[in-house]
C-alpha cells in the first residue's frame, strides 16, 4: 500500500517555501520561491498578497508532476504575522498586504497603546504587551482614518495563511495563537480591547483550534479535495518543526528576522517579552527582533557579496577588539526593546577596518539582539535553558552558529530540515487528519538534530562585556530608560 503523504507550507517573509513529506518526515520534494517586497517612504512595506497564493499553487504543481496529490492526506500552512491584507465581500484585495515591518501605523499604536491600563494587559495577555505599529488594531484604525473608502468596504482583515486559505477553500477562519495581541488567555478575542476601534469586531476571523482541518482545495485547482489544516502562525510552527513541545525546553529561529522561545507553565510579566496563552499544553514565551537575516542581507549589499562569501569572509576574522559593536536596528526593533525609531549603529571604525571586520560585527550584533530577548525571555518564563534547538534559513552559516553559541554561552542543536516552520505545517497536518494523534507523537517522529554547537568558554568574558556595551550604546543614543525586571 503506498505510503500516506503530507504537505507543509510556509508563506514567509521573503519567499513561500513548500516541501512534499512522508509521514515519518522524510523530504520527498521541496519548492521555494521569493517574491517583491515594496519599501516605500513614510516607513511603508508592502507584498502583493496574490503573489503567496500563486506560489502555493505553483508548488501544488510541481509536486503533482511526480506524485499522485490523492495520496496527500492533508496540507498544513503556517505564515508571517502581524501582516494584514484587508478583503470585501468578494474576497478580493483592497490593497496590497501590509507587512510586519511597515511602521505607518506608528501614531495610531501610540494612541491605542495609552488607552490600555497595565492592569488591563495583565489580566488579558498575562504581560505587558505593548501595542505597536504592526499590531491588528493600529493597521484598522489607521485604514478607517486614512483610507476610509478602504475601510468601508473591508469585510475581513487576514493574515497571510488565512488569506491563502480563503482563496484555496473559500473559507474563512484563523487561529487564535496568530491572532496577536486580540486574544485573552482563554483564546478568545478580547472584547474591551476590540471597542477601542469601531467596527474591528466584526472584522476578525472566526477562530478555530490549529490541529482542525478548514476546508478543502477548490475544484479546478492542483490537489483538488486536498484538506488543508488551520495550522498557526510561523513562530509556532517553527517551534514544533524544532521539536520543541515540552515544558523546560527552548529554542531559536533565524529567517528575516531572529525569534526565540522558552515553554513554561511559570509566568514572570516582564517587559518586552510575549507570553501567549496556554494552547495544546503549551506556554510559550517568546521574542522576535526586527532584523536577523535582514542584517546579514543588508550587509551582503552593502559589501557586493553573497551569504556563502559573507561567510567565509567572517572565518578569516577572530573576535577581537579589532570588530566593531553593531546594532541591527536597522528598522526599529521589536522584542525586547519595542522601539520603532531605534536606528543602527556601527562604533569603533579605523582605518584598518576591512570587510572581514564588518561581516563579522553584523553577525555578531544579531546574536547580541538575541541574547537580549533570551535574557528577558528567562525572566518571563522563570527558567535558564542549557540548550536551543535551533533551525531556518539563517542557521545554514557555521560560522555565524559558533558565534551565537559563544554569545549565548548555551549549546545549539540545529534540526535537519532547513525550514522548520514547513515541518511544524506538515506535523500539525498529520495530526489534524489523524495520521498521528498528538503533537508530542508527531514532531518526537519528525524531527532530527544533524549538528551540535558548543560555547566556547573562553570567549565568555570577551563577549559578556561587549554585551553589556550593547545595550548601553542603545539606551545613550535613544534616550531610553533601561528596561524593568519583571512587574
Not at 273 to 296: D, M, W, Y
Not at 406 to 420: A, E, F, G, H
Request: charge should be negative; include cysteine; aromatic fraction near 6%.
Amino acid at each position: 500500500m503506498a505510503e500516506d503523504l503530507i504537505i507543509g507550507v510556509d508563506v514567509g517573509t521573503t519567499s513561500v517555501k513548500a516541501m512534499l513529506f512522508s509521514s515519518e518526515g522524510n523530504v520527498l520534494d521541496g519548492y521555494s520561491s521569493m517574491y517583491p517586497t515594496q519599501r516605500k517612504s513614510g516607513g511603508i512595506v508592502e507584498q502583493n498578497p496574490d503573489d503567496w497564493v500563486n506560489n502555493i499553487i505553483a508548488a501544488l504543481e510541481q509536486f503533482g508532476s511526480a506524485f499522485d496529490l490523492k495520496r496527500v492526506r492533508a496540507m498544513g500552512l503556517c505564515s508571517q504575522v502581524n501582516t494584514h491584507v484587508f478583503v470585501d465581500r468578494h474576497h478580493q484585495p483592497l490593497a496590497p498586504a501590509i507587512v510586519w515591518q511597515d511602521g505607518r501605523a506608528s501614531g495610531c499604536a501610540a494612541e491605542l497603546d495609552g488607552l490600555v491600563a497595565d492592569a488591563d494587559r495583565l489580566r488579558w495577555w498575562g504581560a505587558p504587551l505593548p501595542i505597536d505599529a504592526s499590531h491588528c488594531l493600529s493597521r484598522m484604525k489607521w485604514m478607517q482614518e486614512h483610507r476610509p473608502e478602504i475601510w468601508n468596504k473591508t469585510s475581513q482583515v487576514l493574515l497571510p495563511k488565512d488569506y491563502c486559505l480563503l482563496k484555496l477553500t473559500g473559507k474563512v477562519a484563523t487561529d487564535p495563537i496568530s491572532s496577536v495581541g486580540l486574544i485573552n488567555q482563554n483564546l478568545d478575542y478580547v472584547d474591551g480591547l476590540l471597542d477601542l476601534v469601531e467596527g474591528a469586531a466584526g472584522r476578525l476571523a472566526p477562530l478555530s483550534g490549529m490541529t482542525e482541518i478548514a476546508g478543502r482545495i477548490q475544484n479546478g485547482m492542483p490537489g483538488s479535495g486536498m484538506p488543508i489544516a488551520i495550522c498557526t502562525m510561523d513562530a509556532w510552527g517553527g517551534m514544533l518543526g524544532v521539536g520543541v513541545h515540552e515544558p523546560g525546553a527552548a529554542f531559536y529561529l533565524s529567517g528575516t528576522s531572529e525569534i526565540l522561545g522558552i515553554v513554561s507553565d511559570t509566568i514572570e510579566p516582564t517587559p518586552g517579552v510575549i507570553a501567549f496563552p496556554k494552547c495544546e499544553n503549551i506556554r510559550l514565551h517568546v521574542g522576535p527582533t526586527q532584523s536577523g537575516g535582514a542584517s546579514q542581507l543588508w550587509c551582503c549589499q552593502l559589501l557586493g557579496i553573497s551569504p556563502e562569501a559573507m561567510a567565509a569572509l567572517v572565518s578569516t576574522c577572530e573576535h577581537d577588539r579589532s570588530v566593531p559593536l553593531f546594532l541591527p536596528h536597522l528598522q526599529g526593533e521589536r522584542a525586547p526593546i519595542w522601539d520603532a525609531d531605534a536606528r543602527g549603529i556601527f562604533l569603533d571604525l579605523d582605518a584598518g577596518t576591512r570587510p572581514a571586520e564588518l561581516a563579522r560585527a553584523v553577525y555578531e550584533g544579531v546574536a547580541f539582539s538575541a541574547r537580549w530577548v533570551l535574557e528577558t525571555l528567562q525572566n518571563s518564563a522563570a527558567l535558564v535553558p542549557q540548550e536551543l534547538n535551533c533551525g531556518g534559513g539563517g542557521f545554514q552559516s557555521d560560522s555565524w552558529n559558533q558565534i551565537r553559541a559563544d554569545i549565548l554561552q548555551v549549546v545549539l542543536k540545529r534540526v535537519s530540515v532547513k525550514d522548520p516552520g514547513v515541518l511544524g505545517a506538515a506535523g500539525l497536518a498529520t495530526v489534524a487528519c489523524g495520521i498521528h494523534p498528538t503533537l508530542g507523537d508527531a514532531f518526537t517522529k519528525m524531527v532530527s538534530i544533524d549538528r551540535v554547537y558548543t560555547p566556547d568558554k573562553s570567549r565568555k568574558a570577551h563577549y559578556d562585556a561587549k554585551f553589556q556595551r550593547f545595550k548601553q550604546t542603545y539606551y545613550q543614543n535613544n534616550n531610553a530608560r533601561p528596561l524593568s525586571g519583571p512587574v
